[in-house]
Structures are given as C-alpha cells and as structure tokens.
C-alpha cells in the first residue's frame, strides 16, 4: 500500500521522504518487523519504541512513525501522538472495516462482559444478525471463539480482527471499551452506532490516579459514537449526561424520568424478573442470572438493543434463553450439600455485589475466598478487606495474580482493612491450598464464593503465568478426597 494512502487522517507535524513509496506491512514491535514497514514507535509504561528506532532500520523498516525524531537524517515522520498515529494507519491498512458493520461499545467498572454478551444473543435471537464481540474473556465471530488477552486490543490487532469479522458476514459487533483502551486511543478511527456507560466504581487508580481522571478516561469514548446509553443511577452516568454532545438514552432500577426504568424487581436464587417501561410500553423481563446487578446488566443490555432498532417485546421473548458468562456468578458443580461459586470480583464494588447475591440464597454460611492483584492500584486493598470481613461469615485471603509484588505484602494491604468486621479469618498465599482449605471447611447449606479469577485460567507470579483453574482445582479436591474416604472408609455426611 502507498505510503499516503495509509496515512489518510494521520496528523503529522514534519517529514522527511516521499509519501509514494510502497509499505509492505505496519509494525510497533521490531522483534516481528519485517523490511519494508512502516514503524509505529510508541511510548508505554514498560519501555520507549523510541530507544528501538535504529534497530527498525537496521531490519529494512521503509519509514518511522515517531513522537520525537532523531538528530540525524532519515525516513521520519513527526507525529504529536504515536498511539494515535498506529490507531488511524491500521484503520487504513485494513479497509476501515468497522465502517461497514454496526458498532456497539460497552465501557464502565463493572458488567462490561455480561451485558456485552447479552447484547450479542439479543441481536442473534431477534434480528438474525452475525454478531462479532470483542471482550475480556473471548473473542468471537458469531459462534466461533478466539483467544482474548485483553478487555479492548491494541489498535493494529483490533483492526485485524473487524477485517476478519467483516470478512465472515458479520453485521454487527458489540465491543468491551476499558478506560486504558481509550486513553491509548486504541479504537481511534471507529464510529460507535451505540456506547453503553455501565458504572464507575474504584479500580485502576495506579494508571489513571484519581477518580476523575478515571471518569474522565471513560468518558472519552462518548466523543466518537452516534448515541450515548447511560446509567442514571451512577453518579459518573448523570455526570455524563451534562456533558456529552451527542443523543443520549437513559436507563434507571428507580429514576421514573429515565427512558427504561424497570418495575416491580424480584430476585430469586438462580434468575431475576422485573417490569422493563420504555416510551409507553411495558415488557416482563425474565434473565436466567441471578442478583441484583444483574438487573442493571439487563436493563443496559436492553437499552443498547432498543438504540440499535430491537424491539422490547421481542427481547423480553429472547431473555430467558439467554446464557450466563464463564466466570460470573458462575455455579461449579460440586458432590457436597454445599455451592460453590466462581465470579471474576476484583473491584470492591464487584465483591460486595457477589457477596450480597450470594448471602440470598445462602442458608448456612457464606465463605469468601478473595485476594488483589500486584502492581494494581494499592488503595482498593483494604477496602475489600473490608467488605469481606463485613458481609462473610469465613474470609479466606490468599493471592490473586501477585504479579511482580510480594504475596504477602499485597495480603497486609488487605488485612489493614477488615480490624472491625465479624468474618472469622483464614490466610493462606498459596491460592490452590486455600481453595482445598476453603472446600474443606464448606457444611450443608454453605455459599462458598472463590473470588477474582473468573474466567482466567492462569495465575500471574514474577511475571510468569502458571496454569490455574479453579475449577480443575474444585475438581481436583474432590478426587483427592475420593481417594481418602477409599483408603479411610469414611465418608462425609453431606455427600450427595
């Protein structure tokens, strides 16, 4: 591709060689460059592609995007955001495929990944469409699922995969939008047709520092969509709505102004019922996912879907045959009079919501196994110790994905927090002897909620990631005890 062709939109503030030449590919990583790309350098928090410019040529790189051009002579092109810059000549690389599919972006601190979900389903069940989504804990290609290794992509890996969606007959693509995503304008150069705002709750705050300048990061993606769906509830959402330029639809469990407003909630164990009332019609909504918050997560889902042209009826139809989402609220089978739950939590927030579903149909004690991951935002620590210590009968603090910090010292952080709760406390840093320490402990009528996990399938420790599912892990405890009840001859009371 011409050189000037990719970069349409780019803004530069200098140049130095001819926009005819051809590129052969783009490039922001030189250990896979290859000659005759076009080098994007960036800078991140780990390391500066500035400092990898000579290397780049030195493998046949044709030209460099760079913030800050070297001294000497040579193929650059200045540019005041290198982000951007990669964001806007991806979007050209590929054809610009988002332009030719209905975009949906969902962002807040929590429900991002259910009612991104739940949208995706609505729009397969109601108006027949292939759905691309584009999540934490999957990608997918209407049936089809593909690795995710973060909640939004980089800019070049996300325009790579709307081209293969566009490619696939996709329609549609309903996309989780992370505050980081948008600071780094990682989806530069897409038009939302819809973006769902969810809630602002703490988290994030090593990258962002304040809480405003987190509300600010999401806030961001309002600024490049054709309707903005807030939630009036959250005091981020009636910020929003004072200060966003474009259409905005509302939604609200108990703002009668709002433009969906649900009626007359019920909850029960394992799904939740409601009235949904928009612009004079009045729907029964059953959702298979039990909890509070999941009525928020339906009326978000429900309002992105009645922006993108579904109808409320025809939704309410779809919901009951709608799916949970691995890794939230998600129940594991287990041979014991007892339940056990794995739910992605990692905010506090997302903690006191699971802890509160569960206390619902929890008719023994309600144990919480939870830790916080290293090289995060430090603050949140003690707060979920103290949720956990307020609203558990047993809290079990192991780790979570240390990261590069010490166990330990991340388990301090959070024991500084929770002197005045009732949980009895247990602690344990190793986490898969902690969930056997915590499956041991579980009696008839017992809720055991295995923490901050969710969906992955690994733990992070020194910056390595070791294999860990928990739910090999719940697995893996009964087969032992299996084991030991043959050896022993005696077997629990409350095996089912």
Known sequence: MKLRDLLVGVPLTGESLSQDMEISSISYDTRTLEPGALFVAMSGDKTDGHRYIQTALEKGAAAVICQRAPEEEGPWLVTPDSRLALALVSANWFGRPGDSMVLAAVTGTNGKTTTTNLLKELLERTAGARVGLVGTNRNMI????????????????????????????????????????????????????TAVFTNLTQDHLDYHHTMEDYRAAKGLLFKQCRKAVLNLDDEAGRWYLDQVNCPVFTYSENKTGADLSAKNIRLFPGHVEFEALTLGKLAHIHLPIPGGFSIYNALSALSAGLCLGLGLEEMAAAMPNLHGVKGRVE???????????????????????????????????????????????????????????????????????????????????????????????????????????????????????????????????????HHLDEREVVADYFKQSDLRQQKTGKVPADVI
């Open 142 to 193: 209407g049936d089809r699922e593909l690795p995710a290794h973060r909640t939004t992509p980089e800019s070049w890996e996300l325009q790579s995969l709307l081209r293969q969606m566009a490619d696939e007959g996709c329609t549609h693509v309903v996309m989780e939008v992370s505050s980081h995503a948008l600071v780094q304008h990682r989806t530069a150069g897409l038009i939302f047709d």
């Open 331 to 465: 129940v594991v089978p287990v041979p014991r009079a007892y339940t056990v739950i794995i739910d992605y939590a990692h905010t506090p927030n997302a903690l006191e919501n699971i802890l509160t579903t569960a206390r619902d149909f929890t008719a023994g004690r309600l144990i919480c196994l939870f830790g916080c991951g290293g090289d995060r935002d430090r603050t949140k620590r003690p707060i979920m110790g103290a949720i956990a210590g307020e609203l558990a009968d047993l809290a079990v603090v192991t780790s979570d994905n240390p990261r590069t910090e010490d166990p330990r010292a991340i388990i301090d952080d959070i024991l500084s927090g929770m002197g005045e709760g009732e949980a009895e406390l247990h602690v344990e840093p190793d986490r898969p002897a902690a969930i056997a320490w915590a499956l041991e402990q579980g009696k008839p009528g017992d809720v055991i909620v295995l923490a901050g996990k969710g969906h992955e399938t690994y733990q992070e420790i020194n910056g390595i990631q």
